[in-house]
């Protein structure tokens, strides 16, 4: 990928795709930087809470869901 839009497409063509069909999740990893962080909101107790992963726990979250 040498540009902005290619990685965006690849970023898409990983987390997209027919229902039931396994993400590809290796060469997801590979649109990050080492060491990547995410972050995924909800509200507890009426108050915002921040729950940051890493990729692999992202991963494993979204094989759970």
Do not use: C
């Not at 229902?19 to 995924?40: H, M, N």
């Amino acid at each position: 990928m040498a540009t902005i839009d290619g990685i965006i497409q690849a970023f898409y063509d990983v987390i997209s795709g027919p229902a039931g069909q396994p993400r590809e999740w290796a060469r997801d990893r590979t649109l990050y930087i080492p060491g990547v962080k995410f972050v995924a909101m909800s509200v507890r107790n009426g108050a915002p809470v921040a729950q940051v992963m890493s990729h692999q726990r992202t991963v494993r979250s979204s094989a759970a869901a």
